[in-house]
């Protein structure tokens, strides 16, 4: 047991970086979580040193030298001014950082509206126009604003991602807002934080922040419609999607499926995963995904058509949408 205690000392520290983790910031609303959080840390580690060093002393101590823990005025001031003070003056400062985190930064932030459903997210773009939705992954530009206008399609659900901001609810019939705003590019993971049904744990997400130049090229791509077939495979694909009746849930811009059921797949090759962040997107994920949904997450409203299509139109199929970036 004592050999292991390193390697999970480790183990902790290491959840303390990374791509889905309140103490690695990638935004002002966040560092000033990740500022709280410290403060928070240490003065509970300071506050249990002293006492503990307080019982230590209590316990060994001479009996002369104890006897001053006794008095009224160390009681009083002791027990009853210090924690008083302390915790008053940490409650003064979360409270402070609490406003800080929600008061608007912009008169012009950039709209993004997400869904929350079972178990998946709907992403749109409103103020980019018409036919700009994607799923499971949210775009946004580097040092702009962003205010995301949260609700939930079926049960209560909650969007965190922990670098940028702390969680929010999405409640049914409800709106509520967060601003965020991410200071340099790369991907981080968000995730669900509000049981939602079986399959709450795999409910999770990637924001990509770009560059902005970088970011009106991909909406403008997402607006786009799909591209048309390169290769007679990629043609058979398309023709068994139509088939198989996929475009009574699923949306591809471009063509006559326009389903909202499920999510919209007009450049579902181009994300970074498909099942809400189950598995990274290719041909093999998608076919595997497209055969067996029911296998990889339980519960979702994806049926199986493993046992309806033969293996040769499930890779038609995948190497289409695989296709579509």
């Not at 000033?32 to 101590?61: E, H």
């Not at 744990?201 to 090229?217: S, Y």
Request: glycine residues 12%; aromatic residues 8%; contains cysteine.
């Amino acid at each position: 047991m004592r050999r292991t205690a390193p390697y999970l000392v480790l183990l902790g520290l290491g959840a303390c970086s990374g791509v889905q983790t309140p103490l690695h910031p990638w935004g002002d609303q966040a560092a000033r979580i990740a500022v709280l959080s410290w403060v928070l840390f240490i003065g509970g580690t300071a506050i249990f040193a002293l006492v503990m060093g307080l019982l230590a002393y209590a316990l060994f101590a001479p009996a002369r030298a104890r006897q001053a823990m006794g008095t009224r005025g160390f009681v009083i001031g002791g027990g009853i001014v210090f924690p008083t003070v302390t915790l008053l003056a940490l409650l003064v400062y979360s409270l402070g950082v609490s406003r800080a985190v929600v008061l608007p930064g912009s008169d012009d932030p950039l709209r993004i509206e997400v869904i929350g459903r079972q178990y998946w997210w709907e992403v749109r773009y409103p103020d980019a126009g018409e036919g700009a939705v994607t799923a499971n992954e949210l775009h946004l530009p580097v040092g702009r604003e962003v205010e995301l206008l949260l609700s939930s399609g079926d049960v209560i659900h909650s969007l965190w991602i922990p670098n940028l901001h702390g969680k929010m609810d999405m409640i049914p019939g409800r709106v509520n807002r967060q601003r965020v705003r991410a200071d340099r590019p790369g991907a981080m993971r968000g995730q669900c934080t509000e049981y939602c049904g079986v399959q709450h744990t795999f409910m999770a997400f990637w924001a990509v922040a770009q560059e902005p130049a970088e970011f009106d090229a991909w909406l403008a791509r997402q607006r786009a419609p799909v591209p048309e077939p390169a290769t007679e495979e990629q043609a058979r694909g398309r023709q068994v999607f139509g088939e198989a009746g996929c475009g009574a849930c699923h949306t591809v811009r471009g063509t006559e499926w326009q389903g909202r059921l499920g999510p919209d797949l007009s450049r579902v090759g181009s994300r970074l995963s498909i099942g809400a962040g189950m598995m990274e997107t290719h041909r093999g994920t998608l076919a595997g995904w497209i055969a067996g949904a029911q296998d990889i997450k339980p519960g979702n409203a994806m049926p199986a058509y493993g046992r309806v299509l033969e293996s040769t139109d499930l890779l038609a199929v995948s190497i289409w949408l695989e296709s579509l970036r």
